[in-house]
């Protein structure tokens, strides 16, 4: 007798198996179609819906969702007082959930409720005032409502939390949609004694100056400038304010002011890159507006502090060296072609013999010529 | 209906009809100018008959020449109704694509003549721009590289996104807006806002109206005033507009893709299809060995 208990010859796989199932499943289970055909039936369904979800809600309390979706099938149903009955209790489970007081709102504002979903952001701006995104919302409703003081008003509000920049900015660029530039500049104001940074000087500056008002916008500066004048670090931070000041300056013609300022701002500032970068500036400004002497004596500086620099690194590359001596010497030649006092070419030939000096110092290691 | 060829055999012999008796009545007409003619010059009586027998041939030519011209614009006709037939099968957007490969193709030949010749095309073209709409353009490349950046940092930056974007759909209402600020500030009416005729002479305000109407215009934080704006209901309607704007951009926010079947089927339904597509994103490039040693069968 053959045995019965030897595997098959060809098995079945896994594969196989899920293929039949995925080819012989049944369709989707979907909800049968009720219809409802007159007042009774539809007060029995909605009955059932409600207990349904009542006890969806009553086993699992904090589960928003759930009681998101009662109140907006309520809402869908147009019992407006039943389904403002289930927020509330959502709001008393959870009042500090975001997603709760944007659903309430929408609900009021989609049944064309504007004062009810009005009084509801001002609950929540009150509960919630760091959540920038209740504001917001608040914001924009007032002014799509065409409600320009509500609007301000909540502005207002919000700013006395002295919330982030952008906040302060979206304000400022209300106020320019309206025309309202003196109140913005008041903003402006305002939003410096919060926070007074030199970004937000150099904001406020250029702000003036699209207006027009370039004397209120030299004011700014100079007010920044007297702000930051007072110690080391604050000055090294201050240097997007000179700058700023200066190109203003500039646009405005006046040639004098910027020189001042940079000069001020090379003396104060450390030898760090931002400074080189100002340098930078400062040449450029004095190769577009300037006189002979004070370009020569900008150009000379900025190559003397480039060979300090490649030198610190390297003091044995006896080309800078010699770079650096030619440079000085160039000078001294153009001091004496020009004519000039005594007193300047004596300095200008000490500083080449201290250049020579400097390098004559750099002694080679050994006795080769090359290592 | 198009025109068949019996039909303008037809057409052709009625015309031929109507031409020959035309020309017959001409014929007799001219015998009879003819005879009236006789009286006043003999020498023409030889060349009548010859002048009758000429515009016998010149009738014969007027008459080739108008089938000509009828045949002519019946072919005219056709080729017209041939293409207005093809135009209306091409629709809109077939025409759109063939419209953009002809510009492109143009493009090329463009910058393909302009490189032969040792030219540089984008030099030539910016020659066509002014200034302000250089500027214009480099501004709105700007902000859309601004606004490009659509991964969640937190909440209160997306919350800033969202609003700025919504700013675009507002169109401030300035007249009204200033009408109301005229009266806050005393100022005669028209002095922000268009000149009216039709409204009535309008007395500037009392000075209490003014300051009321200041007050409520420019409110602080600590204004007691609330709930006395009516929204109108076009207003409203903006609202609402909005909102239902925002559900449909919910709605198409995750495109519907096509599923490609793989072959390979290593769920049991759809949930479980997903959670494996979910676990091939995170996994496969470190299970890829284990994976192909399961195809192979054996391990290395």
């Keep these: 007798m053959e045995s019965k208990i030897a595997p098959a010859g060809v098995q079945i796989t896994t594969e196989q198996i899920l293929r039949e199932a995925q080819e012989r499943r049944d369709s989707v289970f979907s909800v049968p179609k009720q219809r409802v055909d007159d007042l009774e039936e539809l007060d029995e369904h909605r009955g059932r819906k409600r207990v349904e979800f009542e006890e969806r809600v009553r086993r699992t309390r904090g589960n928003i969702k759930e009681w998101l979706q009662y109140a907006n099938w309520e809402a869908s149903q147009n019992e407006f007082t039943r389904s403002r009955s289930v927020f509330e209790c959502v709001l008393d489970v959870d009042s500090r959930s975001i997603q709760v007081w944007l659903n309430y709102t929408e609900m009021e504002l989609k049944a064309r409720n ?9 609950r929540a701006v009150a509960l919630l005032p760091r959540v920038d995104q209740l504001w917001y919302r608040y914001v924009y409703l007032q002014e799509l409502l065409q409600n320009i003081p509500g609007v301000r008003q909540v502005f207002e509000r919000w700013m006395q939390w002295e919330p982030e920049d952008k906040a302060w900015q979206a304000y ?3 106020e320019e949609r309206y025309q309202e530039l003196e109140r913005a500049s008041a903003i402006y104001e305002k939003w410096i004694s919060v926070r007074p940074e030199p970004r937000v000087w150099v904001k406020w500056a250029r702000f003036e100056e699209e207006r027009g008002r370039t004397d209120k916008a030299r004011e700014v500066l100079q007010t920044a400038l007297n702000f930051f004048r007072d110690e080391e670090e604050q000055i090294e931070k201050a240097q997007s304010i000179f700058s700023a000041f200066a190109k203003m300056e500039t646009k405005l013609k006046e040639y004098d002011r910027p020189r001042a300022v940079y000069k001020f701002a090379l003396e104060h500032l450390p030898k760090t890159k931002s400074e080189v970068l100002l340098a930078a500036a400062y040449t450029n400004f004095e190769k577009q507006h300037r006189t002979q002497s004070t370009l020569e004596s900008t150009v000379l500086g900025k190559r003397r502090i480039q060979y300090e620099e490649q030198v610190s690194q390297d003091g044995r590359n006896y080309d800078i060296w010699f770079s650096c001596a030619n440079l000085e010497e160039g000078t001294l030649r153009h001091l004496r072609d020009g004519g000039t006092t005594a007193d300047k070419e004596q300095a200008t030939i000490g500083r080449v013999r ?7 110092a750099q002694v080679s290691p050994g006795n080769e010529k090359r290592h | 209906m198009p025109p068949t060829r019996s039909s303008k055999r037809q ?12 020309v017959e009545a001409t014929q007799d007409e001219d015998v009879v100018m003819t005879s009236v003619d006789t009286n006043e010059s003999t020498e023409d009586d030889p060349a009548s008959d010859g002048t009758a027998k000429m515009t016998m041939d010149a009738r014969k030519a007027k008459m080739e020449e108008l089938r000509r011209k009828m045949a002519a614009s019946s072919r005219a006709n056709r080729a017209s109704l041939v293409e207005e037939s093809t135009k209306s099968k091409i629709t809109a957007r077939d025409a759109a694509r063939l419209d953009r490969q002809r510009k492109l193709a143009e493009t090329l030949r463009l910058k393909a003549d302009a490189e032969e010749r040792g030219e540089d095309v984008e030099r030539a073209k910016n020659w066509e721009y002014t200034i302000e709409e250089n500027d214009a353009w480099e501004k709105k490349q700007a902000r859309k590289a601004r606004r490009a950046d659509f991964a ?17 759909h507002i169109k401030p209402d300035l007249e009204a807006y200033n009408k109301q600020k005229e009266v806050a500030m005393g100022l005669a009416p ?19 109206e003014q300051q009321l109407a200041a007050e409520n215009l420019y409110r602080d934080a600590n204004t007691l005033m609330y709930g006395d704006s009516k929204p109108s209901e076009e207003a409203i309607d903006r609202v609402v507009s909005k909102i239902n704007r925002d559900i449909d951009k919910k709605g198409k926010f995750s495109r519907k893709r096509l599923n490609e079947d793989e072959g390979d089927i290593t769920y049991i339904n759809e949930h479980n299809r997903v959670f494996n597509k979910k676990i091939a994103r995170y996994y496969d490039k470190y299970t890829a060995e ?11």
Excluded: C, W
Excluded at chain 1, 114 to 122: H, T, W, Y
Excluded at chain 2, 15 to 20: I, P
């Design chain 2, 152 to 168: 969640f940092h937190d909440d209160a930056h997306a919350a800033r996104r969202r609003y700025k974007k919504e700013l675009d």
């Design chain 1, 354 to 360: 201290e250049v020579y000096e400097r390098a004559v």
């Design chain 2, 290 to 300: 284990i994976r192909a040693s399961f195809e192979r069968g054996t391990a290395l």
């Design chain 1, 114 to 122: 504007v004062q009810p979903a009005r009084n509801l952001f001002d």
């Design chain 1, 172 to 174: 400022i660029k209300m």
């Design chain 2, 190 to 208: 028209g002095t922000l806002t268009q000149f009216d005729p039709k409204a009535g002479p309008a007395s500037s305000p009392t000075s209490l």
């Design chain 2, 11 to 22: 057409e052709k012999a009625k015309e031929m009809a109507d031409e020959e008796t035309a």
